[in-house]
């Protein structure tokens, strides 16, 4: 059934249109909860400070001060509905109040472009009022290695007489051998996997890029997969 946008074309309107858009193109969930988000609070401070209930109405002044605001305001202290506070208590965080990295003011200001550039492409704006917004400079930290003896320690403890404990052993030796995600990792299906050849084929539709691609993985870890499948196929006929 075709949803029917509202006739008002306030902010909402243009919210609505728009993730409407991504759920046609079948983006992922999470970059459309990101995209939505970020809308959501930016929409909420235009109302709140400046007045604004239509795309047309907002200039890159808009947008210079909301990111002003953002980076002077604290973690999770502005939501986009005050009713979330008595649910999910954010002041009981450990790092509420704490400084919103450049990493997230960056991920905000790419979302707005896309959500911009898509008013442009529909004819809603003349020019979008993020051309002359930039991305700041941001150093991404390091996350910690796991060392040898952490990675070794962390098998040793699993007990692979279990069975779902000897699946997760493989898992986390496959994402160690070849570099998959997670979520490409829990998504393969057996037609994936050439032991023979040492490859797996990672399909489009759960990979990241959107795109076929191959990775490879050693003689060692062929032979865990092997013993793996043999001791699977005794429990379960699923992939």
């Known amino acids: 059934m075709v949803k029917l946008l509202k006739a008002k074309k306030d902010l909402e309107f243009y919210l609505e249109d728009f993730m ?3 759920s046609l193109k079948e983006l992922s969930k999470k970059t459309i909860n990101s995209y939505e988000s970020t809308l959501m609070l930016f929409f909420k401070f ?3 400070e400046s007045i604004i209930s239509t795309v047309q109405e907002i200039t890159t002044e808009d947008v210079d001060n909301y990111l002003k605001f953002t980076k002077e305001r604290g973690k999770y202290s502005y939501v986009s ?7 999910n208590y954010p002041d009981a965080r450990k790092d509420f109040g704490k400084q919103i990295s ?5 991920n905000y200001i790419r979302n707005m472009k896309v959500f911009f550039n898509y008013c442009v492409d529909r004819e809603y704006i003349k020019a979008s009022p993020m051309e002359k917004i930039n991305f700041i400079k941001a150093k991404r930290k390091m996350k910690d290695e796991i060392t ?7 098998v040793k403890a699993i007990n692979i007489t279990i069975f779902s404990e000897y699946r997760d052993y493989t898992i986390i030796q496959l994402i160690f051998d070849t570099g998959m995600r997670l979520t490409e990792t829990l998504n393969l299906k057996l037609e994936d ?9 990672i399909p489009a539709e759960i990979n990241k890029g959107k795109k ?3 990775v490879f993985f050693s003689n060692t870890m062929a032979t865990i997969l092997r013993k793996w499948l043999q001791y ?3 429990y379960c006929t699923s992939n």
């Open 20 to 22: 409407e858009c991504c």
């Open 46 to 48: 235009l109302k709140e």
């Open 81 to 87: 509905d005050d009713r979330t506070v008595s649910l």
């Open 102 to 106: 450049d990493v997230t003011i960056n």
């Open 148 to 154: 040898d003896l952490e990675f070794k320690a962390l």
């Open 193 to 201: 996997i050439d032991i023979e050849r040492r490859t797996i084929l």
């Open 212 to 214: 076929d691609r191959y």
């Open 232 to 234: 699977k196929d005794r």
